[in-house]
Protein backbone atom coordinates (compact mmCIF):
# COMPACT_ATOMS: atom_id res chain seq x y z
CA UNK A 1 0.00 0.00 0.00
CA UNK A 2 1.38 3.41 -0.96
CA UNK A 3 1.96 5.53 2.21
CA UNK A 4 3.77 8.64 4.18
CA UNK A 5 4.30 7.34 7.67
CA UNK A 6 5.55 10.01 10.36
CA UNK A 7 6.42 8.69 13.35
CA UNK A 8 5.68 9.71 16.13
CA UNK A 9 1.70 10.70 15.94
CA UNK A 10 1.93 12.11 19.32
CA UNK A 11 4.56 13.75 21.56
CA UNK A 12 4.42 16.33 24.53
CA UNK A 13 7.72 17.09 25.43
CA UNK A 14 9.31 20.29 27.00
CA UNK A 15 11.96 23.19 26.27
CA UNK A 16 15.09 22.94 24.62
CA UNK A 17 14.87 19.17 24.66
CA UNK A 18 16.26 18.06 20.57
CA UNK A 19 13.35 16.16 19.09
CA UNK A 20 12.96 14.34 15.57
CA UNK A 21 10.14 13.19 13.80
CA UNK A 22 10.33 10.70 10.85
CA UNK A 23 8.96 10.74 7.34
CA UNK A 24 9.12 7.46 5.20
CA UNK A 25 7.44 6.77 2.42
CA UNK A 26 7.41 4.09 0.08
CA UNK A 27 6.62 5.47 -3.50
CA UNK A 28 9.66 6.26 -5.22
CA UNK A 29 9.11 9.59 -4.94
CA UNK A 30 11.63 12.19 -5.46
CA UNK A 31 9.84 15.38 -3.73
CA UNK A 32 9.08 15.38 -0.33
CA UNK A 33 7.62 18.32 2.19
CA UNK A 34 6.84 19.38 5.86
CA UNK A 35 3.97 21.34 6.56
CA UNK A 36 2.27 22.77 10.06
CA UNK A 37 -0.90 23.21 10.23
CA UNK A 38 -2.28 26.08 12.65
CA UNK A 39 -5.58 27.28 12.99
CA UNK A 40 -6.63 29.58 11.14
CA UNK A 41 -3.49 29.90 9.04
CA UNK A 42 -3.99 26.19 7.16
CA UNK A 43 -0.83 24.53 5.93
CA UNK A 44 2.60 26.37 5.98
CA UNK A 45 5.67 24.92 4.65
CA UNK A 46 8.40 24.45 6.53
CA UNK A 47 11.00 22.67 4.31
CA UNK A 48 10.90 20.94 1.01
CA UNK A 49 13.48 18.76 -0.78
CA UNK A 50 12.97 17.74 -4.76
CA UNK A 51 15.64 15.15 -4.47
CA UNK A 52 18.22 13.06 -1.92
CA UNK A 53 20.80 15.40 -0.43
CA UNK A 54 18.87 19.03 -2.15
CA UNK A 55 17.13 20.73 0.61
CA UNK A 56 15.30 24.43 0.70
CA UNK A 57 13.38 26.50 2.62
CA UNK A 58 9.60 26.76 2.78
CA UNK A 59 7.94 29.97 4.28
CA UNK A 60 8.38 29.09 7.98
CA UNK A 61 11.91 27.27 8.20
CA UNK A 62 13.35 29.01 11.40
CA UNK A 63 14.05 26.55 14.11
CA UNK A 64 13.74 23.45 11.77
CA UNK A 65 16.15 21.52 9.95
CA UNK A 66 16.14 18.83 7.65
CA UNK A 67 18.11 16.18 5.95
CA UNK A 68 17.52 14.21 2.99
CA UNK A 69 20.33 11.40 2.66
CA UNK A 70 17.93 8.72 1.32
CA UNK A 71 15.36 9.09 -0.83
CA UNK A 72 12.63 7.79 0.96
CA UNK A 73 13.01 9.45 4.14
CA UNK A 74 12.97 13.09 5.35
CA UNK A 75 13.08 13.77 9.22
CA UNK A 76 12.60 17.09 10.70
CA UNK A 77 14.33 17.81 13.37
CA UNK A 78 13.92 20.43 16.31
CA UNK A 79 17.35 21.29 18.10
CA UNK A 80 15.67 23.54 20.96
CA UNK A 81 12.24 23.61 20.84
CA UNK A 82 10.08 26.45 22.03
CA UNK A 83 6.28 26.56 22.73
CA UNK A 84 5.76 28.44 19.49
CA UNK A 85 6.19 24.89 17.38
CA UNK A 86 3.70 23.39 19.30
CA UNK A 87 1.63 22.12 15.93
CA UNK A 88 0.43 19.60 14.13
CA UNK A 89 2.79 18.56 11.54
CA UNK A 90 2.57 16.68 8.07
CA UNK A 91 5.05 15.04 5.77
CA UNK A 92 3.90 14.91 2.23
CA UNK A 93 5.89 13.25 -1.32
CA UNK A 94 5.33 13.25 -4.80
CA UNK A 95 6.67 12.09 -8.19
CA UNK A 96 8.00 15.63 -8.41
CA UNK A 97 7.67 18.46 -7.61
CA UNK A 98 4.46 19.77 -6.19
CA UNK A 99 2.40 17.89 -8.20
CA UNK A 100 -0.56 16.11 -6.01
CA UNK A 101 1.17 15.05 -3.04
CA UNK A 102 0.17 12.08 -0.39
CA UNK A 103 0.22 13.20 3.11
CA UNK A 104 1.02 11.11 6.16
CA UNK A 105 -1.43 11.62 8.89
CA UNK A 106 -0.15 14.08 10.92
CA UNK A 107 2.07 14.61 14.27
CA UNK A 108 0.56 16.34 17.23
CA UNK A 109 3.91 17.77 18.89
CA UNK A 110 3.16 19.83 22.22
CA UNK A 111 6.16 21.64 23.74
CA UNK A 112 5.75 23.14 27.18
CA UNK B 1 5.14 35.91 -4.69
CA UNK B 2 1.83 33.47 -4.66
CA UNK B 3 -0.84 33.25 -1.96
CA UNK B 4 -4.40 31.96 -1.35
CA UNK B 5 -7.56 33.21 -0.02
CA UNK B 6 -10.50 31.24 1.17
CA UNK B 7 -13.51 33.12 1.53
CA UNK B 8 -15.36 32.01 4.16
CA UNK B 9 -14.01 30.23 7.36
CA UNK B 10 -16.85 28.05 7.96
CA UNK B 11 -20.19 27.20 5.30
CA UNK B 12 -22.85 25.22 6.43
CA UNK B 13 -25.34 23.77 3.58
CA UNK B 14 -28.60 21.45 3.89
CA UNK B 15 -28.13 17.78 3.11
CA UNK B 16 -28.79 17.82 -0.84
CA UNK B 17 -28.00 21.94 -0.90
CA UNK B 18 -25.41 23.11 -3.36
CA UNK B 19 -21.41 22.92 -1.85
CA UNK B 20 -19.29 26.17 -2.98
CA UNK B 21 -16.65 26.81 -1.80
CA UNK B 22 -14.68 29.91 -2.38
CA UNK B 23 -10.81 30.41 -3.46
CA UNK B 24 -8.92 33.35 -4.73
CA UNK B 25 -5.49 33.18 -5.86
CA UNK B 26 -2.57 35.12 -6.88
CA UNK B 27 0.12 34.38 -9.00
CA UNK B 28 2.56 35.88 -11.32
CA UNK B 29 2.88 32.81 -13.50
CA UNK B 30 0.34 30.11 -14.69
CA UNK B 31 -0.64 28.10 -11.65
CA UNK B 32 -1.37 24.93 -10.62
CA UNK B 33 -3.93 24.73 -8.66
CA UNK B 34 -5.48 21.88 -5.88
CA UNK B 35 -8.06 21.33 -3.87
CA UNK B 36 -7.97 18.93 -0.24
CA UNK B 37 -10.21 17.82 2.18
CA UNK B 38 -9.12 16.98 5.53
CA UNK B 39 -11.17 14.65 7.37
CA UNK B 40 -11.00 14.93 10.93
CA UNK B 41 -7.29 13.77 12.47
CA UNK B 42 -6.35 12.59 8.98
CA UNK B 43 -3.94 14.08 6.83
CA UNK B 44 -4.93 15.75 3.60
CA UNK B 45 -6.07 14.06 0.54
CA UNK B 46 -6.03 15.62 -3.09
CA UNK B 47 -10.45 15.82 -4.42
CA UNK B 48 -8.96 17.58 -7.77
CA UNK B 49 -6.32 19.77 -9.81
CA UNK B 50 -5.53 22.14 -12.55
CA UNK B 51 -2.48 22.66 -14.21
CA UNK B 52 -3.15 22.69 -17.85
CA UNK B 53 -6.04 22.38 -20.80
CA UNK B 54 -9.82 21.99 -19.44
CA UNK B 55 -10.78 24.61 -16.98
CA UNK B 56 -13.76 22.92 -15.67
CA UNK B 57 -11.84 20.10 -13.71
CA UNK B 58 -13.73 16.90 -12.05
CA UNK B 59 -12.65 15.23 -8.96
CA UNK B 60 -13.77 12.66 -6.50
CA UNK B 61 -16.73 12.16 -4.55
CA UNK B 62 -18.92 14.43 -7.40
CA UNK B 63 -17.05 17.51 -6.70
CA UNK B 64 -15.76 19.86 -9.29
CA UNK B 65 -14.13 23.27 -9.88
CA UNK B 66 -13.45 25.71 -12.52
CA UNK B 67 -10.23 27.81 -13.12
CA UNK B 68 -11.42 30.85 -14.03
CA UNK B 69 -8.41 33.59 -15.10
CA UNK B 70 -9.68 36.27 -15.64
CA UNK B 71 -11.18 36.27 -12.23
CA UNK B 72 -8.11 34.44 -10.80
CA UNK B 73 -10.74 32.13 -9.07
CA UNK B 74 -10.76 27.88 -8.65
CA UNK B 75 -13.74 27.87 -7.22
CA UNK B 76 -15.30 24.27 -5.67
CA UNK B 77 -18.61 23.35 -5.84
CA UNK B 78 -20.87 20.01 -5.61
CA UNK B 79 -24.64 19.77 -6.83
CA UNK B 80 -25.67 18.08 -3.48
CA UNK B 81 -24.21 17.98 -0.76
CA UNK B 82 -23.88 14.52 1.27
CA UNK B 83 -23.44 14.19 5.31
CA UNK B 84 -20.04 12.55 4.50
CA UNK B 85 -18.94 15.54 2.75
CA UNK B 86 -18.35 17.45 6.10
CA UNK B 87 -14.59 18.23 6.70
CA UNK B 88 -12.32 21.00 6.39
CA UNK B 89 -10.86 22.06 2.71
CA UNK B 90 -8.17 23.85 1.28
CA UNK B 91 -7.40 25.52 -1.75
CA UNK B 92 -3.68 25.67 -2.59
CA UNK B 93 -1.81 27.55 -5.66
CA UNK B 94 1.73 26.10 -7.06
CA UNK B 95 3.93 28.33 -9.03
CA UNK B 96 4.01 25.93 -12.35
CA UNK B 97 7.37 27.34 -13.43
CA UNK B 98 9.63 26.15 -10.49
CA UNK B 99 7.14 23.90 -9.27
CA UNK B 100 8.97 23.63 -5.66
CA UNK B 101 6.39 25.04 -3.37
CA UNK B 102 2.84 24.73 -2.84
CA UNK B 103 1.13 27.52 -1.00
CA UNK B 104 -2.14 26.99 0.67
CA UNK B 105 -5.20 28.94 1.92
CA UNK B 106 -6.10 29.21 5.49
CA UNK B 107 -9.04 26.61 4.74
CA UNK B 108 -13.03 26.14 4.98
CA UNK B 109 -15.01 23.92 7.41
CA UNK B 110 -17.42 22.36 5.37
CA UNK B 111 -20.90 21.43 7.50
CA UNK B 112 -23.81 19.42 6.69
CA UNK B 113 -26.81 20.21 8.03
CA UNK B 114 -29.37 17.18 7.78
Known amino acids: EAQVTQNPRYLITVTGKKLTVTCSQNMNHEYMSWYRQDPGLGLRQIYYSMNVEVTDKGDVPEGYKVSRKEKRNFPLILESPSPNQTSLYFC???????????FGDGTRLSIL | AQSVTQLGSHVSVSEGALVLLRCNYS??????LFWYVQYPNQGLQLLLK??????LVKGINGFEAEFKKSETSFHLTKPSAHMSDAAEYFC????????????FGSGTQLTVLP
Open chain 2, 92 to 103: AVGDSGSARQLT
Open chain 2, 50 to 55: YTTGAT
Open chain 1, 92 to 102: ASSRQGIQPQH
Open chain 2, 27 to 32: SSVPPY
